[in-house]
């Protein structure tokens, strides 16, 4: 089973930018590629439910994002690193969060995910 750990999260003003990453740890087993399995992000602010906020495809070549994030966030993959990153962008208070890496259970997102990170807080100042 793979062990995702995001990184880059932190506290941010208003309008300004963080990237976070998303890489299969060390302890994920010697055969595993990333790049058999759609990846996303996804956000759980206090006192809300989780939330969708991002996914990609096994290839990168598609991608989907929640109508909240969509022309702020980008998501990417690197399959050679087995890491996916979210770009985010003219960052509002209402972003603030934590973010969690999901890989999903095919090679896009259309079957749900199944493996999640342990997350990484996103803190955005007014």
């Known amino acids: 089973q793979v062990q995702l750990v995001e990184s880059g999260g932190g506290l941010v003003q208003a309008g300004g930018s963080l990237r976070l990453s998303c890489a299969a740890s060390g302890r994920t087993f010697s055969n595993y590629a990333m790049s058999n399995y759609g990846m996303g992000w996804f956000r759980r602010a206090p006192g809300k439910e989780r939330e969708f906020v991002a996914a990609?495809?096994?290839?990168?070549?598609?991608?989907k994002y929640a109508d909240s994030v969509l022309g702020r966030f980008s998501i990417s993959r690197d399959n050679a690193k087995n890491a996916v990153y979210l770009q985010m962008n003219s960052l509002k208070p209402e972003d603030t969060a934590v973010y969690y890496c999901?890989?999903?259970?095919?090679?896009?997102?259309?079957?749900?995910?199944?493996?999640w990170g342990q997350g990484t807080q996103v803190t955005v100042s007014s």
């Open positions: 999901a890989q999903a259970r095919g090679s896009n997102w259309l079957d749900g995910f199944n493996s």
């Open positions: 990609i495809s096994w290839s990168g070549g598609s991608t």
